[in-house]
């Protein structure tokens, strides 16, 4: 019995939540790796996980090498990246989230600038508007908007975005200019939802934020139609700094309600901690740092009018 393949196949099992799951994942035949679990049980001479039609639980003898198994697997993997010169000069795979529109907009651009200055690299730009979990999922880099939680996780920051009211000067034209965050009861909004919906927006900062009913016209569940909804004067939209900025420097779109703008949310890069970091991840955040920095200030002086 190959032991590190025993436990790369337990610690599979156990992050898809079940062998065949594994056997997918792996790619794999399901008695291989139900025959793997078993001689290192065998071996071991203890029961790591219980069997259930639907799922594996671990035992408590279980938890335990499971956790001792991860971290001889990741002492592997570092060895084996470095006998390969991943640690000597860039190279390899990386893995990179990115919320969609963010991803699109700024990040997918500066990978396209990374890739060609390291042609030994190459990246996967996974673009989802969910949190990734980067253990389960193996992200080497991902892109945060909003406060971070506490956690293992190490973060660089590279700005900010920010809330914000729009609508296009036709609208406004037509209809007038809200006054205030009530005056939206009296005006067609624009609604970022999806199967779920959301008939309130929070506006202003701090201890001034107060939520506001809304009576959306429209509704649709991606960033970039919200956008072209508002510069098509359907009506107001509640959008992001960074998704807004493009059409509010071509004229399409404007910002109002600017007295009661809201906080600042930041925006990090954020990556699991290791002894010694691969140089293709410490090259791509040495490359996207100032550059995804650059761009948030530009997106600023955009919104801002500066």
């Not at 679990?37 to 219980?50: C, M, R, W």
């Not at 993997?77 to 893995?95: I, M, Q, T, V």
Request: hydrophobic share 50%; proline share 5%; net charge neutral.
């Amino acid at each position: 019995m190959d032991r590190f393949e025993a436990m790369r196949t337990l610690v599979a099992a156990v992050d898809s939540g079940s062998l065949s799951a594994a056997s997918r994942a792996l790619g794999m035949p399901l008695p291989t790796v139900s025959r793997r679990v078993s001689d290192l049980e065998a071996h071991l001479g203890a029961q790591l996980v219980v069997r259930t039609s639907r799922r594996l639980i671990l035992t408590e003898a279980g938890e335990a090498f499971v956790v001792v198994a991860r971290r001889l697997l990741d002492d592997l993997g570092d060895a084996e990246r470095a006998a390969s010169g991943e640690y000597r000069a860039p190279r390899g795979e990386l893995l990179v989230a990115a919320p969609i529109m963010f991803g699109k907009l700024h990040v997918a651009p500066i990978v396209h600038a990374f890739l060609a200055a390291y042609p030994e690299v190459t990246v996967r730009l996974l673009l989802s508007d969910q949190v990734i979990d980067l253990v389960e999922a193996h992200v080497d880099v991902a892109v945060r908007i909003g406060r971070l939680v506490d956690s293992d996780l190490i973060a660089r920051g590279v700005g900010h975005v920010r809330w914000m009211i729009c609508a296009s000067p036709d609208y406004i034209a037509r209809r007038g200019e809200p006054a205030t965050p009530e005056a939206l009861s009296e005006h067609g909004c624009i609604a970022f939802e999806g199967l779920q919906t959301y008939r309130s927006w929070p506006i202003g900062s701090g201890t001034a934020t107060r939520t506001i009913a809304i009576r959306p016209r429209f509704s649709v569940n991606t960033a970039d139609a919200v956008v072209e909804a508002a510069a098509a004067g359907l009506g107001v939209a509640r959008i992001m700094s960074y998704q807004a900025a493009g059409a509010i420097a071509t004229g399409r779109i404007a910002s109002i309600l600017r007295d009661f703008a809201s906080d600042p949310i930041p925006v990090s890069l954020v990556h699991q901690p290791q002894r010694v970091q691969p140089l293709k991840r410490r090259a791509f955040l040495d490359f996207v740092v100032p550059r995804l920095t650059a761009a948030l200030a530009a997106v600023e002086a955009a919104v801002s009018g500066r």
